[in-house]
DNA sequence: GCGACAG
DNA sequence: ATCTTGTCGC
């Protein structure tokens, strides 16, 4: 399939009024054994990204796969674009990945987003697998504060209406804002974010797809384009 | 016009 | 996101 990522902020925007109909919050299909964690880093200030994957078992909770891939950056830094910047290289990371997960979370928003069309919402339709997003700190929308207990929280709402939550997933750590990507409701993932968060802030596939993509900055010297895999 | 502003 | 050591608090 042809998929095509903008490279100027205008047609972005453009792109994103076309696909934002296309996002779908209905409940998770089934509970997914399989989950995906995805997140980037970058080198030579900025100029190339690095993405990683992180898939996990529901059942045993141990890593089935993993895998990075390094590209030239292809859109700078814009509020409300992010998806434009770590989209390419995390769309070709997941199209390559085996076996393929059912659900897929990002370090960042799904709908609470102006467009409706955060990563996880717009790399969601694009692969049409569920998604969720799971951001550090807000973007668009509001929320009260949750209470301190894990587990604990609140809903995030635009104008328009709820967008998801702001979930606390371990006590003494900042809330973070969860909000479904595609083919998941706002209840399923909640559910999901705080049924993989076991030891960290973010759920378990994210924190380990961000320390893989942070360890692959610094250990390879990985000319872009550069694929690796490893089976644990 | 003035702030806000995922990573 | 990235630049970067020690330091404050439990
Ligand atoms: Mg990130």
């Given at each position: 399939m042809d998929v095509r990522f903008p490279t100027d902020p205008r047609a972005a925007r453009q792109a994103q009024e076309q696909l934002r109909s296309r996002v779908c919050l209905s409940?998770?299909?089934?509970?997914?054994e399989l989950v995906a964690g995805l997140d980037c880093a970058f080198r030579e200030k900025g100029r190339q990204i690095v993405g990683a994957a992180v898939v996990m078992d529901?059942?045993?909770?141990?890593?089935v796969a993993e895998k990075t891939l390094w590209l030239e950056t292809p859109f700078p830094y814009v509020p409300g674009l992010l998806s434009f910047r770590e989209g390419p290289v995390l769309y070709e990371l997941v199209q390559a990945l085996r076996p393929q997960p059912e659900l897929l979370m990002f370090d960042g928003q799904g709908i609470a987003h102006p467009a409706r069309l955060g990563i996880a919402a717009h790399l969601g339709v694009l692969l049409d697998i569920p998604s969720v997003g799971v951001a550090k700190s807000r973007l668009y929308g509001v929320a009260e504060e949750p209470g301190t207990a894990a587990g604990s929280w609140t809903s995030l709402h635009g104008r328009e209406g709820e967008l998801g939550v702001l979930l606390r997933?371990?006590?003494?750590v900042r809330a973070v804002y969860v909000s479904p990507g595609h083919r998941c409701s706002i209840d399923d993932a909640r559910r999901l974010v705080l049924d993989w968060s076991l030891g960290w802030r973010l759920p378990h596939p994210l924190h380990l797809a961000d320390r893989l993509s942070r360890r692959d900055r610094t250990a390879s010297a990985g000319v872009s384009g550069k694929m690796s895999q490893q089976i644990p």
């Open positions: 409940p998770l299909p089934g509970w997914p529901r059942r045993t909770r141990r890593t997933t371990r006590e003494r």
